[in-house]
């Protein structure tokens, strides 16, 4: 099943959102060590200044989706700040329908914003 979670311009501040951001250089070690978690099989991130996103091919989204918090309070160094960051999720069909309202531009602060297209290729190219 697929799942998403993730914070962007709707749901957390500029400062949450940049403390959450991945490095380009780190990115391909933290989507490796996203793929030991538990019950994790595939998994794309997508870090933009308006959105952190983590889709994840997975056998029980419950269990995942309580790993990657538990991944991210640990990667980021949240402590218990993490309990008041608003993620969202999605999963399933759900996912998919958010990924395409991302990649067309539909969920940006600018509607119809094309550059997040090449960003979600990218995202896609660096899993």
Same mark, same amino acid.
């Given at each position: 099943? =697929?799942? #998403? =979670? +993730?914070? *962007? ?6 400062? $949450? ?26 998994? $794309?991130?997508?870090?933009? #200044? *308006?959105?952190?996103?983590? &889709?994840?091919?997975? *056998? ?10 538990? &991944? ?5 160094? =949240?402590?218990?700040f ?5 993620? &969202? ?9 958010? =990924? ?9 602060? $600018? ?5 997040i297209? +090449?960003? $979600?290729?990218?995202? &896609?190219?660096?899993?």
């Amino acid at each position: 099943m =697929l799942l #998403c =979670l +993730g914070i *962007n311009h709707k749901t957390a501040p500029v400062e $949450v959102r940049e403390k959450l951001a991945f490095a380009d250089s780190h990115l391909p070690e933290a989507i490796r060590e996203m793929r030991r978690l538990e019950g994790m099989e595939e998994t $794309v991130v997508l870090s933009t #200044c *308006n959105r952190v996103e983590i &889709y994840s091919a997975v *056998n029980d989204p419950e269990r995942a989706m309580e790993s990657l918090r538990e &991944y991210l309070t640990r990667h980021f160094d =949240l402590g218990d700040f993490a309990q008041h960051i608003d993620f &969202y999720h999605h999963s399933g069909v759900a996912a998919a329908w958010h =990924l395409f309202r991302v990649a067309s531009g539909l969920d940006s602060m $600018v509607l119809g914003e094309t550059e997040i297209f +090449g960003q $979600v290729k990218k995202a &896609y190219a660096t899993a």
